[in-house]
Structures are given as C-alpha cells and as structure tokens.
C-alpha cells in the first residue's frame, strides 16, 4: 500500500468522499437488484441481508480508495465463492456499475479510477466462462 503524501490527495477525497461512493453503490445496487438476469442473486437474500452488502460494499470502496474506513466484511474471494458466478454475470454487473458511475460522476478520470476499483476484483469473483 501506498502512503499518500499530504500533496496527493486520495482517490476517496478526490471523488467526493462517503457520500459520493454510497451514492454509486446505492445506483447501481438499485438497478442490479431490478435487472431479471440478476434475480437469482437478489431473491436469495432478505432485506436485512442487502441492507448489510450494501453497506459493506460502501465499506470496502471506502478503505479501497484510501479513505477513513475500516472494512470488516469477508475477503472478496470467501464471499462469492459457491455462487458459481460467470463471466457473463460478471460482465451485468459491471455494466451496472459504469452506468452508475457515468450517472454519478461523469466521464472524468476519478470515475474512471474508480471503475478500475472494481475490475481489478473479476478473477476473485467469478468462478467459471
Ligand atoms: C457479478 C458480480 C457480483 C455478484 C453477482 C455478487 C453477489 C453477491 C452475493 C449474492 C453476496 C452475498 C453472499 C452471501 O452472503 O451468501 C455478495 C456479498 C458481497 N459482495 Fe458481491 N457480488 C458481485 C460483485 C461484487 C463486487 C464487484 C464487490 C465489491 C466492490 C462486491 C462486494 C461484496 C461484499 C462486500 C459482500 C459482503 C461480504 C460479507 O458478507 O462479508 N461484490 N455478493
């Protein structure tokens, strides 16, 4: 990891800071969640449970970018193993996220920065083609 110098600020502050990246989560969480090729995911937790990944995710993009948060959720390879998740699967989802992102952020190179976040996590999560 590496420490930021008190010139460069992190990626967090850059983007806004807590209220930005729970804004995106919220976005595409919201169309993820309303997408039928997604239903299979959805349909098997109860609210409480969303309520909770939801959270953790804002968690986890926190900490990833640099910002004051501490993530205390599975490590992303524990918590999607046994969900068979594929690369087409993968790929929704991802299409969500850039849209929430585009949405939220723009086309700026945060947004981008943040996007990378994300993608730097496929071969964590998905379990087959
Ligand atoms: C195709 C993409 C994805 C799908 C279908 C998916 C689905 C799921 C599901 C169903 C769970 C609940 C597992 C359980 O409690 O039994 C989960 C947990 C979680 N996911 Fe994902 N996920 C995806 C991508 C991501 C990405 C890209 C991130 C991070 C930015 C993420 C962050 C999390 C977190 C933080 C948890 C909770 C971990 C915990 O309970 O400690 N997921 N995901």
New binding site residues.
């Given amino acids: 990891m590496t420490i930021p110098s008190p010139t460069e600020k992190t990626l967090y502050a850059r983007l806004g800071g807590y209220d930005v990246i729970a804004a995106v989560v919220d976005e595409f969480s919201q169309t993820f969640s309303t997408d039928a090729r ?1 239903a299979r ?1 959805v349909s ?2 109860n609210l409480e ?1 969303r309520k ?2 939801r959270q ?2 804002v968690d ?2 926190c900490a990833a970018s640099g910002g004051p948060a501490l993530y205390l ?2 490590d ?1 390879k524990t ?2 193993e046994g ?1 068979g ?1 594929d690369a087409s ?2 790929d ?2 991802m299409d969500h ?1 850039q849209r929430a992102i585009l949405k939220l952020k723009g086309p700026d190179s945060e947004g981008n920065e943040l996007f990378a ?2 993608l730097k ?1 496929k071969n964590q ?1 998905v379990e087959r083609e």
């Fill in positions: 997604m995911f098997a937790m449970r909770r990944n953790l995710t986890y993009l959720g599975q992303m918590a999607h969900l998740i699967e993968w929704i989802a996220v976040l994300f996590l999560i």
